[in-house]
Structure formats: C-alpha cells, structure tokens
C-alpha cells in the first residue's frame, strides 16, 4: 500500500464522496472531532477536511466531501489506487466527551458528513445520542444507515417534506426540548447560519451548546492567521483552539463575514475546475 493511497471510495449522493485513504499515522493517533490537512497534487492548494472515522488496523482515514470546491471537485476524479501528495494531522482538538450522559447532535447539509464521526463516537464513548439530520431534499440525505446504527436516535429531516419529516433542524430540535427531552449538550455541524439559530435554541433553554467550525486554512498551526474567529470577544484559530467551541461565545456575523471572503475566486476556481474536468460535475 502505498502513502495517502486511496483504498475505497463510495459516492454518497450527487455531489457527495467517502473516501478511505491509506494514512497509518494519522490513523494511529486521530479521535473524533479532528482534522486533517491535504494537498492534492504539489501544486494544489491545502485544504481542511474534519475526518470521518479512522481504523488503526488498516491504517485507514475516511474523508467525506462534496465535490464544491476546486480541490475537492478535482478529488472528485481520484479512484481507488491513486494518492495523495501529502495529509498533515490529526489537526485540532478531538471532541469533548467526558461527563456528557445525553447529547442532541444536529447536522445541516454537508455537515453531516462531520456530525457523523461526532454523534457517533459519542454513542460509542457510552453518551446518550440523539441525531437530527437535515437535508434540502431527499436527493440529498446522506448516511442514514450509518446514523442509524451509530446513534441512539436519528430524526431525518427534509426542507421541502421530500423524506423524513418535513422542516428545519432547529423546529425538530425545540420540539424535543418542549416535549421535555434533556439533553446535557447541544452540539452543531453545518452552515453557519444553520448553527448559530441552533446555538440560540439551546440558550434560550438553557443548554449549553458546542458549534463545529470551519474555516479558511492555510497552516493549520495557528500560524497564518487565516482560520481566526471571534470567540466570547477574543481572536482564536479554528485549527488550534477549535474546531469546537462554546455556540453561546461565537461572534456569528464575524464568522458569516468571514466565510464569504473569497466567493469570487471559489467561482473563479469552480468554473476552472469544471473546463478542465468537461465541467459535469458541479453543484452548488
Ligand atoms: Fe493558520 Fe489556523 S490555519 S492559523
């Protein structure tokens, strides 16, 4: 097996892959909640991705993506056998356990990808885990079965009715809470609006709340400045104190603001990657 070789890859929906990648250290020491950094080429760019589970025995990553950017469109052509030019990690804090006895984990679109590992590994570190999975349409649900073997509780829920119930994941979740679930923490993976109305119900309840970040990175050292956040009014980086952090402390319109910077060359990009690659496979 060669290094950062890709050993099995799966397309979850449309847009959506599940890559295994042969990385044995990375395996060795990854939990859930960390990242990794990757290059595609020695040219590429290097990107964050929060991965999806990890097996020391095979010496295997799991990468879940949706193929929106440039990288992760052109990761979108690798096949079994071909590799990587390098992965750096495991990157960031692994994911708070301990203490929890019964967690809502509630995931936005591509999100889930990340709430997979998470409410997961929650199950399995014995913390009670209710899953509520949202989804635009049906088109789009990814790894039901999964969640419904790694979780206690899964709520699939659909924008438009198309499968499972019918309505956002903040409805879903305040009417757990109103039907009088406890839950010891409420933790949110998705877009970052999505998160911050999750962040605002559990407040508003009393319970606290955790939001997985993502950022723009570069380093992932806490070096280069490009992943900063505002965090309870003060400058962190998402690759060093986070992913994860308090949803109560988040400066959301910062990281709202943040998150759009480069929207023009990302569509720059997109449009570049879709000329190279014949241009059939791009989604918003
Ligand atoms: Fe450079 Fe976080 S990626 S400071």
Redesign the pocket.
């Known amino acids: 097996m060669k290094r950062f070789e890709v050993t099995w890859k799966r397309r979850l929906n449309h847009n959506m892959v599940w890559l295994k990648i042969y990385a044995p250290l990375v395996a060795k020491h990854a939990k859930p909640g960390q990242f990794i ?1 990757l290059r595609t080429d020695e040219f590429g760019e290097r990107i ?1 991705l929060t991965m999806a589970g990890h097996n020391e025995e095979d010496g295997t990553i799991d990468l879940i993506y949706a193929a929106v950017g440039r990288t992760t469109m052109l990761m979108d052509q690798l096949e079994v056998g071909d590799c990587f030019a390098d992965i750096v990690g495991p990157l960031g804090k692994p994911t708070h356990m301990d203490g929890l006895k019964r967690v809502c984990v509630v995931g936005g679109g591509t999100g889930n990808a990340l709430a997979y590992p998470l409410a997961c590994g929650m199950h399995k570190h014995g913390v009670e885990t209710v899953m509520i999975a949202g989804f635009k349409t049906k088109d789009l649900v990814i790894l039901e079965e999964e969640f419904r073997a790694g979780v206690d509780e899964l709520y699939v829920m659909t924008d438009d009715g198309s499968y499972g119930e019918k309505g956002f994941t903040t409805a879903k979740l305040e009417e757990l809470i109103q039907a009088g679930e406890k839950f010891d923490e409420v933790i949110a993976v998705g877009p970052p609006m999505m998160m911050k109305f999750t962040c605002q119900i559990a407040e508003k309840y009393g319970i606290h709340s955790v939001a997985s970040l993502t ?14 956040c505002k965090i309870g009014g003060e400058d962190k ?4 104190d986070g992913p994860e952090f308090d949803g109560a402390l988040v400066d959301w319109d910062d990281l709202i603001r943040r998150s759009a910077y480069y929207k023009d060359q990302e569509a720059e990009d997109r449009a570049h990657v879709c000329r190279l690659t014949g241009g059939v496979r791009y989604h918003d």
């Open positions: 950094i964050p950022a723009y990175m570069i380093d992932g050292t806490g070096m280069c400045g490009g992943c900063r980086f998402v690759c060093v």
